[in-house]
């Protein structure tokens, strides 16, 4: 079975760090994009930041460039997202989706096969 295990979120302070983790399996990584979306309460999902898994294509948000840095370790099948300088609008539900690679370039929802359950950040002023 496909599985994708998003953890990682907690409760922070503004300015404060978290890094959420995504640990994949029952499916080739290498050939698949990974991608983190996040839900804010009352608005659509939309997407933060992929990768490609073979080719390291990435992608960000703008609202993200900067502070937010997505990593993988291959051997582990496992997705990092670094996220820094954390402001209380990046508070929301963080899923990992994985994809075909146009996930990795686009961050398009769009091309999202699998999904794992959500990681709650919320981020206090």
């Known amino acids: 079975d496909v599985q994708l295990q998003a953890s990682g979120g907690g409760l922070v302070q503004a300015g404060g760090s978290l890094r959420l983790s995504c640990a994949a399996s029952?499916?080739?990584?290498?050939?698949?994009?990974i991608g983190w979306f996040r839900q804010a309460p009352g608005k659509e999902r939309e997407g933060v930041s992929c990768?490609?898994?073979?080719?390291?294509?990435?992608y960000y948000a703008d609202s993200v460039k900067g502070r937010f840095t997505i990593s993988s370790d291959n051997a582990k099948s496992t997705v990092y997202l670094q996220m820094n300088s954390l402001k209380p609008e990046d508070t929301g539900v963080y899923y990992c989706?994985?994809?075909?690679?146009?996930?990795?370039?686009?961050?398009?929802?769009?091309?999202?096969?699998?999904w794992g359950q959500g990681t709650l950040v919320t981020v206090s002023s």
């Open positions: 989706a994985a994809g075909p690679p146009e996930l990795g370039r686009s961050g398009s929802y769009y091309y999202t096969d699998y």
């Open positions: 029952g499916f080739t990584f290498d050939d698949y994009a």
């Open positions: 990768m490609g898994s073979s080719d390291g294509s990435t």
